[in-house]
């Protein structure tokens, strides 16, 4: 059991699909909820518009037929009464209200018991005087509370005792009908009429009910069809990346061959294709890479250890007979051997992993130069080693890593050389220090210019191990190189070899 792995959640799904479904019905809920929302008030208020103006429609009519001098039925949409000042009991009731007894005290309040037509008008506010003023009748509105009282016997509808309503109303002055229409309405010349209709909120209620309910089935139907497509369009897209993964898993170590198909559309599917295939060839590279140094090191490694155990076990076996003083000349010189092919390996295994043994500090690689050409050792044939230098070079890095670089450079062209061996340090405009390692030997030929840094490469074939080295030191002086930022590279000679190093280069430190 992994002790690392995070503890997950048993009640978050863990498919990418279904967590994509889910976002998209959360989303989509809180979209409709909010849609829904709009829509109810909307419609709440264009239904209470509509159920106002049925009202006042009602209250005109009502109004109308008190004006022409007749008593409305008590058949009406709206609920409704109509008081008189002088009067105890309604004129008239009805749409609900005459479930209260109409023997028995009317229900709304009348109007002031001071009338003239100067108070109506005033009573009535400006807006209504502009109404009459204009032709159309003017009416108020104002909320209402209809009382509880032990004659009311509703029979059905809304029952409406005991609950506030807004309520519209209208005055009417019995003088101005005359005598006659005053006595059919049963009430004095001077008295005031107050045609009263009630503003029921049911109708509107009902609408938005009926609304929400629609709209409720729509939601839930539209959150499933919505969450299935998100669902099943998310695994439709997922299926290439399903089939990726399926193949990836398929590549081993034995077989790093297998590569992707690339689907047939353009999207960002074929570009995660095209990225695994880079990265899987890639591996392949460094996989037969790593495959040919461990055979290319064992192979160099087995010759030395050959040619010295071979040695001792003749010395062993025949000890009177045996030069002892060349056997160990031939066993140390193959265990230096060894111990170079140890240390290379060992800088390339670390130069691979991008370890520094020590921090950077800044070198002056001119300085550097010249010290190793002064202290090289002489070798069998006699060679003129130069250095020139145009002044301070300054470079930022690790000081036993650039000693190791120079070290193989010169290493190699000594090994090469006829005669001359010639280094030269200078300093670009763009404050990039060059550096360059000329020999006067055979040369390189144009097609291995790069073969040439690859690891345990000899073009020399019939040249001794021994005298051509590990085959390593250009491979360990580009590695070095790369590592400080600069690159390291054959460059074109008509005699001998020429290799040019290029590092970015710093200003002179101030204490210089």
């Known amino acids: ?73 008590r058949g009406s949409t709206a ?10 009991t309604a004129v008239a009731s009805g749409g609900g209200m005459e479930d209260f007894d109409p023997e028995a005290r009317h229900v709304l309040p009348t109007p002031p018991a001071s009338f003239s037509p100067e108070s109506l008008v005033k009573d009535k506010g400006k807006d209504e005087e502009e109404d009459e003023e204009s032709g159309e009748w003017g009416h108020a509105m104002r909320p209402l509370r209809i009382p509880e009282r032990s004659d009311y016997r509703p029979s059905y509808g809304e029952h409406l005792a005991g609950k506030t309503y807004t309520v519209l109303y209208d005055d009417v002055w019995a003088g101005s009908l005359g005598k006659d229409k005053a006595a059919a309405l049963g009430v004095a010349p001077d008295a005031t009429l107050r045609v009263y209709t009630v503003l029921l909120p049911d109708t509107a209620e009902e609408i938005a009910d009926t609304t929400d309910g629609l709209l409720l089935r729509a939601g839930l139907f539209s959150l499933v069809l919505i969450g299935a497509a998100a669902y099943f369009t998310v695994r439709l897209a997922l299926r290439p990346i399903e089939a990726i993964r399926v193949l990836t898993a398929s590549v081993t170590p034995n077989d790093p061959r297998e590569r992707i198909t690339l689907p047939a559309t353009g999207h960002e599917i074929s570009a995660l294709a095209t990225t695994l295939n880079g990265t899987l060839q890639r591996l392949d590279d460094a996989a037969a890479q ?50 170079e092919l140890a240390e290379d390996l060992l800088l390339l295994a670390r130069l691979d992993t991008r370890a520094s043994r020590t921090d950077p500090a800044i070198i002056d690689l001119a300085a ?63 404050d990039e220090v060059v550096v360059t390692v000329h020999d006067d030997g055979p040369g390189v030929p144009p097609e291995d210019a790069e073969r040439v840094f690859e690891r345990f490469v000899r073009l020399d074939d019939a040249r001794s191990r021994d005298q051509g080295g590990t085959g390593l030191g250009l491979a360990i002086a580009r590695d070095v190189a790369a590592r400080h930022g600069g690159t390291l590279t054959l460059a074109p000679r008509t005699l001998g070899a020429c290799f040019r190093l290029s590092l970015p280069g710093l200003p002179v430190p101030a204490e210089v």
Not at 25 to 39: D, E, I, M, S, Y
């Open 1 to 73: 059991m992994n002790v690392t792995e995070p503890r997950r959640r048993r009640w978050w799904p863990l498919s990418v699909r279904a967590r994509t479904a889910l976002a998209v019905a959360l989303v989509t809920a809180v979209v409709l909820v909010g849609v829904g929302a709009w829509v109810h008030r909307e419609i709440y208020r264009e239904s209470e518009g509509i159920a106002e103006n049925q009202t006042r429609t009602d209250l005109f009519a009502l109004v109308h037929q008190v004006r022409n001098g007749s008593v409305p039925g």
């Open 79 to 88: 609920p409704y009464e109509i008081v008189a000042t002088g009067r105890r």
């Open 290 to 339: 790593q495959r040919r140094f461990v055979a290319d090191a064992s192979h160099e490694l087995r010759s030395p250890l050959t040619t010295l155990l071979a040695s001792l076990e003749v010395a062993l076996a025949y000890p009177e007979r045996t030069d002892w003083p060349a056997t160990a000349t031939t066993a140390a010189r193959q265990t230096r051997r060894l111990q």
């Open 368 to 430: 550097l130069a010249a010290r190793l050409t002064e202290e090289y050792p002489p070798g069998e044939r006699t060679l003129d080693l130069t250095c020139e230098a145009t002044g301070h070079a300054y470079v930022h890095g690790n000081s036993e890593e650039l000693e190791r670089l120079l070290r193989n450079l010169l290493d190699n062209a000594a090994r090469h050389a006829a005669h001359l061996v010639r280094v030269t340090v200078r300093k670009e405009e763009d």
